[in-house]
Each structure stands twice: as C-alpha cells, then as structure tokens.
C-alpha cells in the first residue's frame, strides 16, 4: 500500500484547468443561495468533476504509456557545441500533451531544460539541443522528468526515467577535421611561403639520382652505377618525424576568462589540435605543463593513439595560482627531449618586466631547440583603446590601455631580438595562428 501511494501521491499533479473547473463549482453553489431555480445542478457539476478527475487519474495510471531516453556523446567538446538528443515515444491509445525537463549538468548554470510538446497515440519525437561547457572535467546529467496529460487535463503524470550518467568533457575536438585540412592542402602559397626540398646529410634516405657535378662524392652508389653503366648517386633527406612539444603553462596568468574560456583551455585546445596537425605531417607530438612545479609529460610520439593519451592527461588539468617555475621546465626540457625539437610555449606576458624575469631560462631553452613563445592580446584594452574618449577619465583609460598594447609589441621585439619566436594573438584566433606558424616553420625546414 505504502509503494502505491508514493506512487500515486508523488508522481500526480494537478494542472490549471481542474482549479477553474472547481472555481466555477464553487461559484455555482454561491449562486443557489441567491437563485433557487439552480437546484441540484452544482451538486451534479462536483459530482461531474470528480467522475472526470478519477477517469483521468485511471487512463493515465493504467499502464506505464511513456518511454523516454537521452542519447549523449561519449565525451563532450570544451567550448564547442554539443548535440544532446531525448527520444520519447507515446505508449497510450491517446494523444497526450507533454512536458519534458532534463537535468542538465550544474556546471552551465542553466537550472532545466524545458520542453512542451504534443504527442499522438504511438508517436516518436526526438528532442535536440545543444550545450556549450566552458570547463574540462566529469559533468553529471541527472534524470529525464515527463510531465504527461490526457486529453480530459485535468491531472498531469510523472514520469522519471533515470538518465543519470558522467560524461568527461575534453579539450575541443569537434573542429580538428578543419586543421588535418589545412595540413594537408597547400594552403601556405596564399601566405607567400614557399616550401623548399631541403637535401641534407641524415641517414633517411629519399632516391637515386644521376650524378651532376657538384654532388658529394661520397654519396655514389656504386652498384647502381653498374647497372646503369654511368654514375648514380643516393640522396637523402633532413629527417621527416621531429619532436613538437607542446609547452602549457598552468600559472595564474593563464586563468584570465575570455567568452566563458579560461586562457589555460584556449591553450590546450590549440594544443590538441596542433598535435593532430603535426602527425599528420609525420612529426611526434609530446606535452609538458608546467606551473610552480612540472605537471603532466607525455613523450613524444606519432602513433594512433598519441593524441587520445593527450587528451586523457589534458583534460584534468588546471590552473594553479603560483608563478611558473622556468627553471624547472628547463630541466625536464634537457632531460625529456633528447634531440633538436620544436617547442612551443603557451603563456602570458602582462608586462614587459614579467618577461624579462623569463628571459635568461628561455634564452637557454633555443639555445638547444627552436622555441616558439604564444602569448595573448588584451582584447578588453585593444577595444578600449579605439573608443572615443568622453571625458578625462576616459583620456586616462584609453592612454593606459594603449600603454600596455604598445608594451606587448615590445615583447615581440624582446623576443626576435634574442632569436626567439613569437605568436602575440587573440585568444579565439589561437588555434589558427599556432597552426599556420609550424606549417609555415615547417615549409621553411627550419626546425
């Protein structure tokens, strides 16, 4: 008895229509006092209204005449638009009209998902949204509540359909298709790069060739030569898989938000995608972050399942609110990377005076790799500095705003000066810039 009636009691309703029917009961009663020619008819009216409210309750309790499930990705996307679709379907031998709230993550701040729908007697009706998550980490979905009336509306039924489940959600992945395109196509001759086939001296070999002078001689493959009966020589190219390192800074100057985004997701995300663009390319991609003390290292490598063992180590990271300890990324940098590799830095630089600190700890690190140092425009103070000042306060805002923008260009020149190179970019443009630098680094052979 106990189990049907917190079946009964919890899961019913009353909707709007059955508290106007009773208004107008009770408004009958109120007239017979005053017209006595109405008789029996508000007795009958009640009597009418409870006959309705029990059959309704009966139709809708008769059997369990709604099904419900959510079809959720694996994983989800960080910062990217995320298909989630709610299958129902209409068991009863009538139409119904529906209501279904979907217990979403508390992380988007979003207390429901509320949808209201008709549904005809058997009738399917797939549901689509999308979520945006701003956070890496476990998003808990919780249940699928449908609010169910006949056609009589008088009283609504609950139905809950346990949906609860943990979703992982991973640095942006969504758009990688778009990089492996760029890394494939030859999209660098818009930029004015061309790519150079660079003969050297490795032990990858490429082809045989006739000999021309000039040739080093020490190259002529003799049994060739006999085949052919002039000489032959063999060619080799500078090797093709080179180390790209990722470099993440963890510090507090990377928590700035930009459009929900911490600069750390910005960071990582352009790092995931890189990643897939360099093994692409034949390069083994690694990662380093890096806070007040080493973080996550994942060797570099090209196979398979590189990039999903990335992403693994990736998504669980976060900012921290010390300063970034350079020496000791130095250390792990000479100890991990054993050969002449790319490195690419993703930090942020406020002030001329944070970078100078850096300088000596990166000025070693090129000494023994190619760095690339990607740090981020202010785009709050790149917008303020092109609005019209008003008043004096005003001047004075637009006049530091332009301080600091100047100051992030003398960065750069810091930087080139010591044969460092740089990326100062928007964070939404990240992506796109560190991807097109290494295409274009790599055109270039110069790592």
């Not at 002039?230 to 100057?253: A, G, H």
């Not at 100890?335 to 002030?351: A, M, P």
């Not at 100078?356 to 700890?361: E, G, S, T, V």
């Not at 000066?417 to 270039?444: D, F, W």
Request: proline content about 3%; glycine content about 6%.
């Amino acid at each position: 008895m106990k189990k049907i009636f917190e079946q009964y009691y919890t899961n019913l309703f009353l909707n709007d229509r059955i508290f106007m029917v009773l208004g107008a009961c009770v408004v009958l009663f109120l007239l017979k006092f005053f017209f006595h020619w109405l008789g029996y008819i508000p007795h009958i009216t009640i009597g009418a209204v409870c006959v309705l409210f029990f059959t309704d309750v009966f139709i809708l309790y008769r059997h369990h005449g709604i099904e419900a499930k959510r079809v959720t990705p694996k994983r989800l996307s960080n910062g990217d638009e995320n298909p989630i679709q709610i299958e129902i379907k209409n068991r009863y031998g009538f139409g119904v009209r529906a209501r279904v709230i979907d217990e979403i993550p508390f992380q988007f701040q979003v207390r429901d998902k509320d949808f209201k729908f008709d549904l005809k007697s058997a009738e399917a009706k797939s549901i689509h949204y999308n979520l945006r998550p701003t956070k890496r980490g476990e998003y808990d979905f919780g249940f699928i509540r449908a609010y169910i009336s006949s056609p009589l509306g008088l009283v609504c039924r609950r139905f809950n359909f346990d949906g609860a489940v943990i979703i992982p959600v991973y640095p942006s992945f969504i758009h990688l298709g778009q990089y492996e395109l760029m890394a494939v196509s030859n999209q660098l001759t818009d930029l004015g790069i061309k790519k150079i086939r660079k003969i050297g001296q490795s032990r990858e070999f490429d082809q045989i060739k006739n000999y021309v002078g000039g040739d080093d001689i020490r190259t002529l493959n003799w049994k060739a030569t006999a085949r052919k009966g002039s000489l032959m020589v063999n060619t080799y190219t500078d090797e093709r898989s080179q180390n790209i390192y990722c470099l993440i800074d963890k510090s507090r100057v990377m928590r700035m938000p930009f459009e929900g985004l911490s600069l750390l997701d910005y960071a990582i995300n352009a790092s995931v995608a890189l990643a897939k663009v360099a093994m692409l390319k034949e390069d083994k991609a690694g990662l380093i972050t890096i806070s007040e003390r080493i973080g996550s290292v994942v060797q570099a490598d090209r196979r398979a399942a590189q990039l999903g063992n990335m992403m693994n180590v990736l998504y669980k990271e976060k900012t921290r609110y010390l300063e970034s300890n350079l020496e000791a990324l130095y250390s792990c940098v000479r100890t991990v990377v054993k050969q002449r590799g790319l490195l690419i830095f993703f930090t942020n630089f406020e002030s001329l005076s944070a970078l100078q600190r850096q300088m000596p700890y990166l000025r070693r690190l090129a000494k023994w790799h190619l760095l690339l140092v990607v740090f981020f425009e202010n785009t709050e103070l790149k917008s303020l500095s092109t609005e019209p000042a008003k008043d004096i306060e005003g001047i004075y805002h637009k006049t530091i705003a332009e301080k600091f923008i100047y100051e992030k260009k003398l960065m750069v020149k810091e930087l080139n000066k010591n044969g460092i190179l740089s990326v100062l970019t928007a964070p939404q443009n990240l992506t796109i810039s560190v991807v097109n630098q290494y295409l274009a680094i790599k055109a270039q052979n110069r790592i």
